[in-house]
């Protein structure tokens, strides 16, 4: 179906197969496609940073040059378009970008619409829910809630931008350690061109007073989404923080190479939860979002504990591995992931686990579901270094199939350099049975629902982990994505 | 009108044919028990009514109420009071058995166009219904039948039934596996379910069963026909003389 760009929102949200694949009719600053040393600096003063944060982004551009995009993904029947970074336009910002609203009485009505559309009604679900957010509109961030409460506890949650501005000690100090501006090709073109994002600092011995969440959003033709993230807390301190995101339906690939940084010092615990809904593609595998994300945890100080949830649902492809160094002793790393691919999805995830510390732990339940012609990969890396003494891992890697087009395929890798430490492996393919789903008809429930109902208990364990609002959404988003798929 | 009328059914799965034109018809308020000797097409039957996919029907007809039941799909037969007490209840891993017959309740009720069972007028019916069939309802936090033992997967079986008051109820050798005293258990739960409206196709291979949910038509079933029916002294004559009786006697008048 040919979208016309001058259809209002609401015929958008109509003529959409895709739930949530509308655009919001705004005017938009946009730097034309293409990318070199001037467009950074374009996006640097427009941003207003100070030169070290310029400095920063040129090296990492520099390096980017000389680099070459990663092709070891495993991605059996996707036909790779190879992305033109030329035809990228690498910012667009809501037009009046100075008088940047102060509260949501400020805030763009279109915007507002546009949040309640996907089901985010920003006072709403703050104040029910006791969630700040930090809701990134495209590339600059309208609009942040319950600061006053969080600035009591001490407790830094603003954009990226404006932590460059007012905690630039705090920025140059954990900016690029966990995820170095050169470590790979998506994380070096992020560093180069990232335009906002969300940093986080709870001081010591805080536990942050609410969950903190973020929703990113693409907006914009052509345009790039090139988040980063920065998490810190300090010795004792305690914070869970959500990510969400939808995006419209678009005909082009998009690409989305976003970046977090997550920091835990001694007796310190982050709890990161993702739920990844970009546009996945028609049902013939056009269009749809190119996710490359690099997240990484480390975990600093002594009985530290970093865990990982996420529900990948969306993306035409997804390359993702949300990773732990376990650098303290007696520290915790985790990782629950379900991945869902559907029609001709491509999902290669999974995680690293780097035990450098004493007595370390670390904790893997990968849930792939596979449908139509979607094919799901787990790539995991366990490694215990040779300091690493009495240290665990425990892997769970459970694959379900849906339809007899579709694959799931796994690559562990685990390499072991100390032999006190005990690593354990399970692995499990299911199919969900014709008679699994005979049987829940027979009690008056629908294939789509029983389906539903028969995924969603597989990833049990995973869910377990988000927090409550996080888990009905997710539950829900499965059931979207899976529609359709029974035979 | 009767309940359950059914003429002439032939179905056939991957091109065998396993039932031969069967004739049965139910009325309201009746218990016909089916037997019949291993490989007969008695749990065919009980899935061909439920409507199976795997099995082709070609010929003949099933009404339920009058209404042609071979034309839904089979949440649309189970919706209509279709109801099959499976002799092997399948497990679901990670779905609670609660969520799951809540989901299963709801979905019925809406078809009878009756309002959504909020959680507490589900938990009190649960634990009513529990009751008939002495059904720990702690068991009904676990996933739906995983973990449960052979005797407690048939009597969770009896106990769905009684939620999801069908119409007409079929019991697919729900009396295999068990001692007597869950025999007894299970045969209560029925009974207690028994009323003028409603009625029962009990399919056993054992007339044991039949001492507890005492029948009104006992029919035999020799492949894919059925070929004798009778009072419920025909259960104990078969117990007696076993089926190579029946087929004797089949085969001397064919």
Same mark, same amino acid.
């Given at each position: 179906?040919?979208?016309?760009?001058?259809?209002?929102?609401?015929? /958008?949200?109509?003529?959409?197969?895709?739930? /949530?694949?509308?655009?919001?009719?705004?005017?938009?600053?946009?730097?034309?496609?293409?990318?070199?040393?001037?467009?950074?600096?374009?996006?640097?003063? %427009?941003?207003?940073?100070?030169?070290?944060?310029?400095?920063?982004?040129?090296?990492?551009?520099?390096?980017?040059?000389?680099?070459?995009?990663?092709?070891?993904?495993?991605?059996?029947?996707?036909?790779? #378009?190879?992305?033109?970074?030329?035809?990228?336009?690498?910012?667009?910002?809501? =037009? #009046?970008?100075?008088? @940047?609203?102060?509260?949501?009485?400020?805030?763009?009505?279109?915007?507002?619409?546009?949040?309640?559309?996907?089901?985010?009604?920003?006072?709403?679900?703050?104040?029910?829910? *006791?969630?700040?957010?930090?809701?990134?509109?495209?590339?600059?961030?309208?609009?942040?809630?319950?600061?006053? &409460?969080?600035?009591?506890?001490?407790?830094?949650?603003?954009?990226?931008?404006?932590?460059?501005?007012?905690?630039?000690?705090?920025?140059?100090?954990?900016?690029?350690?966990?995820?170095?501006?050169?470590?790979?090709?998506?994380?070096?073109?992020?560093?180069?061109?990232?335009?906002?994002?969300?940093?986080?600092?709870?001081? &010591?011995?805080?536990?942050?007073?609410?969950?903190?969440?973020?929703?990113?959003?693409?907006?914009?033709?052509?345009?790039?989404?090139?988040? @980063?993230?920065?998490?810190?807390?300090?010795? +004792?301190?305690?914070?869970?923080?959500?990510?969400?995101?939808?995006?419209?339906?678009?005909?082009?690939?998009?690409?989305?190479?976003?970046?977090?940084?997550?920091?835990?010092?001694?007796?310190?615990?982050?709890?990161?939860?993702?739920?990844?809904?970009?546009?996945?593609?028609?049902?013939?595998?056009?269009?749809?979002?190119?996710?490359?994300?690099?997240?990484? *945890?480390?975990?600093?100080?002594?009985? $530290?504990?970093?865990?990982?949830?996420?529900?990948?649902?969306?993306?035409?492809?997804?390359?993702?591995?949300?990773?732990?160094?376990?650098?303290?002793?007696?520290?915790?790393?985790?990782?629950?992931?379900?991945?869902?691919?559907?029609?001709?999805?491509?999902?290669?995830?999974?995680?690293?686990?780097?035990?450098?510390?004493?007595?370390?732990?670390?904790?893997?339940?990968?849930?792939?579901?596979?449908?139509?012609?979607?094919?799901?990969?787990?790539?995991?890396?366990?490694?215990?270094?040779?300091?690493?003494?009495?240290?665990?891992?425990?892997?769970?890697?459970?694959?379900?199939?849906?339809?007899?087009?579709?694959?799931?395929?796994?690559?562990?890798?685990?390499? !072991?350099?100390?032999?006190?430490?005990?690593?354990?492996?399970?692995?499990?393919?299911?199919?969900?049975?014709?008679?699994?789903?005979?049987?829940?008809?027979?009690?008056?429930?629908?294939?789509?629902?029983?389906?539903?109902?028969?995924?969603?208990?597989?990833?049990?364990?995973?869910?377990?982990?988000?927090?409550?609002?996080?888990?009905?959404?997710? =539950?829900?988003?499965?059931?979207?994505?899976?529609?359709?798929?029974?035979? | 009108?009767?309940?359950?009328?059914?003429?002439?059914?032939?179905?056939?799965?991957?091109?065998?044919?396993?039932?031969?034109?069967? $004739?049965?018809?139910?009325?309201?308020?009746? !218990?016909?028990?089916?037997?019949?000797?291993?490989?007969?097409? =008695?749990?065919?039957?009980?899935?061909?009514?439920?409507?199976?996919?795997?099995?082709?029907?070609?010929?003949?007809?099933?009404?339920?109420?009058?209404?042609?039941?071979?034309?839904?799909?089979?949440?649309?037969?189970?919706?209509?009071?279709?109801?099959?007490?499976?002799?092997?209840?399948?497990?679901?891993?990670?779905?609670?058995?609660?969520?799951?017959?809540?989901?299963?309740?709801?979905?019925?009720?809406?078809?009878?166009?009756?309002?959504?069972?909020?959680?507490?007028?589900?938990?009190?019916?649960?634990?009513?219904?529990?009751?008939?069939?002495?059904?720990?309802?702690?068991?009904?936090?676990?996933?739906?039948?995983? +973990?449960? $033992?052979? +005797?407690?997967? =048939?009597?969770?079986?009896?106990?769905?039934?009684?939620?999801?008051?069908?119409?007409?109820?079929?019991?697919?050798?729900?009396?295999?596996?068990?001692?007597?005293?869950?025999?007894?258990?299970?045969?209560? +739960? !029925?009974?207690?379910?028994?009323?003028?409206?409603?009625?029962?196709? !009990?399919?056993?291979?054992?007339? %044991?069963?039949?001492?507890?949910?005492?029948?009104?038509?006992?029919?035999?079933?020799?492949?894919?026909?059925?070929?004798?029916?009778?009072?419920?002294?025909?259960?104990?004559?078969?117990?007696?003389?076993?089926?190579?009786?029946?087929?004797?006697?089949?085969?001397?008048?064919?």
């Amino acid at each position: 179906m040919p979208h016309d760009p001058n259809t209002t929102l609401d015929q /958008w949200a109509e003529q959409s197969d895709y739930k /949530w694949g509308f655009v919001t009719d705004i005017d938009t600053d946009t730097l034309p496609p293409g990318l070199n040393e001037e467009v950074i600096r374009i996006i640097s003063a %427009r941003k207003g940073e100070p030169e070290w944060m310029l400095e920063w982004r040129l090296g990492a551009f520099a390096k980017w040059k000389d680099m070459v995009e990663p092709e070891w993904a495993h991605w059996p029947d996707h036909d790779w #378009r190879p992305i033109d970074y030329q035809a990228i336009s690498y910012y667009s910002a809501p =037009k #009046r970008d100075e008088d @940047r609203p102060k509260s949501l009485d400020e805030v763009d009505p279109i915007l507002l619409e546009t949040y309640e559309k996907l089901g985010i009604p920003l006072e709403e679900r703050a104040a029910l829910a *006791g969630v700040a957010v930090d809701a990134v509109f495209d590339s600059v961030s309208v609009a942040t809630t319950f600061r006053d &409460k969080l600035a009591e506890a001490g407790v830094i949650f603003c954009p990226f931008s404006e932590a460059v501005q007012k905690h630039p000690e705090l920025v140059k100090k954990y900016l690029g350690k966990v995820v170095s501006r050169t470590d790979n090709f998506f994380a070096a073109l992020n560093a180069a061109v990232f335009t906002d994002g969300s940093f986080v600092y709870i001081p &010591k011995g805080v536990r942050c007073p609410m969950e903190l969440s973020t929703y990113f959003r693409i907006n914009q033709m052509n345009t790039g989404q090139f988040e @980063r993230t920065l998490i810190v807390a300090d010795e +004792g301190a305690y914070v869970s923080y959500l990510e969400g995101c939808t995006a419209p339906q678009r005909d082009e690939n998009q690409l989305h190479a976003a970046v977090v940084e997550l920091v835990a010092m001694e007796d310190a615990e982050i709890k990161y939860s993702t739920i990844q809904n970009w546009y996945p593609g028609d049902e013939n595998g056009v269009g749809g979002i190119y996710n490359f994300v690099t997240k990484r *945890g480390l975990c600093s100080g002594d009985r $530290s504990h970093i865990s990982w949830t996420q529900v990948e649902t969306g993306s035409a492809m997804t390359w993702k591995y949300p990773s732990c160094i376990l650098k303290g002793d007696d520290s915790i790393g985790e990782f629950y992931s379900v991945a869902l691919t559907n029609n001709y999805q491509q999902a290669d995830t999974g995680t690293k686990m780097i035990h450098v510390g004493k007595r370390t732990h670390s904790n893997i339940v990968s849930k792939g579901i596979s449908a139509g012609k979607g094919h799901n990969t787990y790539r995991g890396l366990v490694k215990i270094l040779p300091g690493s003494t009495d240290s665990r891992n425990y892997t769970q890697c459970d694959s379900m199939l849906m339809g007899d087009e579709c694959g799931a395929h796994t690559f562990p890798v685990i390499e !072991v350099e100390n032999c006190t430490a005990q690593v354990e492996h399970e692995a499990s393919t299911t199919k969900i049975g014709e008679d699994q789903i005979f049987y829940c008809n027979q009690r008056g429930i629908s294939s789509e629902d029983a389906v539903s109902m028969i995924v969603n208990g597989f990833c049990r364990e995973v869910f377990a982990e988000l927090p409550m609002e996080f888990a009905v959404e997710a =539950k829900a988003l499965l059931a979207v994505s899976l529609e359709d798929s029974v035979g | 009108m009767s309940l359950l009328e059914i003429k002439n059914l032939h179905a056939s799965v991957e091109g065998i044919e396993i039932l031969k034109g069967l $004739s049965l018809t139910i009325d309201p308020g009746q !218990v016909h028990s089916i037997m019949g000797p291993n490989g007969s097409g =008695k749990s065919t039957l009980s899935r061909v009514i439920a409507g199976e996919e795997t099995y082709k029907i070609t010929e003949g007809s099933v009404l339920l109420n009058g209404k042609n039941l071979l034309d839904m799909n089979p949440e649309d037969r189970a919706r209509e009071g279709i109801f099959l007490a499976f002799q092997y209840p399948v497990e679901i891993p990670g779905v609670s058995t609660k969520y799951f017959l809540r989901t299963a309740v709801n979905s019925i009720r809406a078809h009878r166009d009756l309002d959504e069972l909020d959680a507490y007028g589900f938990l009190k019916l649960v634990k009513e219904k529990a009751a008939w069939v002495q059904l720990d309802p702690a068991l009904l936090d676990r996933p739906v039948n995983e +973990g449960f $033992s052979g +005797g407690e997967k =048939k009597r969770a079986e009896i106990f769905q039934m009684a939620m999801l008051e069908p119409t007409m109820c079929i019991l697919d050798e729900s009396d295999s596996g068990l001692d007597i005293d869950a025999l007894r258990i299970v045969a209560n +739960g !029925v009974n207690q379910q028994r009323s003028p409206e409603r009625g029962f196709l !009990v399919i056993t291979h054992y007339q %044991r069963l039949l001492e507890y949910i005492v029948p009104d038509v006992v029919h035999v079933l020799l492949d894919g026909r059925i070929v004798r029916s009778g009072g419920k002294e025909l259960a104990l004559e078969l117990e007696e003389k076993g089926y190579s009786w029946i087929e004797q006697e089949v085969a001397a008048g064919a």
